[in-house]
Every structure is written in structure tokens, then in C-alpha cells.
């Protein structure tokens, strides 16, 4: 459901305004909650349909579970101490780096596999062509 929004106080240059409606499973087909996701955006109606909006969502959220997720759970980058310099914008280079070659050398389970490359480094090194 989108609906237009144009000239609200609160969201000046926002043209329209949209909810997406969730259900949520277990694993067992069982369900877990029922939710409704709200968003707003510049886009005018016509350049973006519900249909193109709910691609714009997923599209975030598939970016947000295969990059940021990991990012956060397996190296634990909410908890970093580095924050001076050009060191957080280091430090999320080398994750993203590591996250990436591990993608294109077939790994699925990113957790498990940083795990073990630490308990055999030398095969980690490897991977990197050292």
C-alpha cells in the first residue's frame, strides 16, 4: 500500500509514503509474529509503483543480510575499539574484503569458516595467495 504524502510538515521532500505487511515463520512453516514495516520516499508515484518499492525494500534488506549482518555477528564490528582516524574506514575494508573473498572462493557458512582459517592459518594464507 503506498499512498501520495506531498507537502507533509513533517517530511518536506517526501512524496509518498508506503507499508509493507510481514509474516514471519520458523523454520517449520510455523508462524511468529505478524508486522507491518512503514517507509516514505522522494519518489513520486509514478516512478515508483508498490510493486517497484517492495523491490527497493528487499533489495536493502538483502544488502543489510549478506553484508552488514555478517559484518556485525561474525567479526563482532559493533564492539570495535577503532574509532580514530582513517581506522574504522581500514577496518571495514579488510572485513569487507575477507567477506568477499570467502564468498568467491565457495564458502557458505562465513562464522564456521573464519573459524577454522583461525585455527589454520596457513591454509587462510592460502587463500590470499601467500
Not at 100 to 111: C, F, I, M, P
Request: hydrophobic letters at 35%; one cysteine or more; glycine letters at 8%.
Amino acid at each position: 500500500m503506498s499512498t501520495a504524502i506531498r507537502g507533509s510538515r513533517w517530511f518536506p521532500s517526501a512524496e509518498q509514503g508506503f507499508r509493507i505487511e510481514r509474516d514471519t515463520t520458523d523454520l517449520q512453516g510455523q508462524a511468529l509474529r505478524h508486522e507491518y514495516a512503514y517507509g516514505i520516499t522522494r519518489c513520486l508515484p509514478e516512478e515508483a509503483s508498490p510493486e517497484a518499492l517492495l523491490h527497493f525494500v528487499q533489495g536493502h534488506w538483502g544488502i543489510e543480510n549478506k553484508v552488514h549482518w555478517v559484518r556485525d555477528v561474525t567479526f563482532d564490528e559493533d564492539r570495535s575499539q577503532v574509532r580514530t582516524g582513517t581506522g574504522p574506514q581500514t577496518m571495514a575494508t579488510l572485513r569487507n574484503f575477507a567477506v568477499s573473498l570467502l564468498r568467491l572462493t565457495g564458502h557458505q557458512n562465513l562464522a564456521q569458516t573464519t573459524r577454522y582459517d583461525n585455527a589454520h592459518r596457513p591454509e587462510a594464507l592460502r587463500l590470499i595467495g601467500a
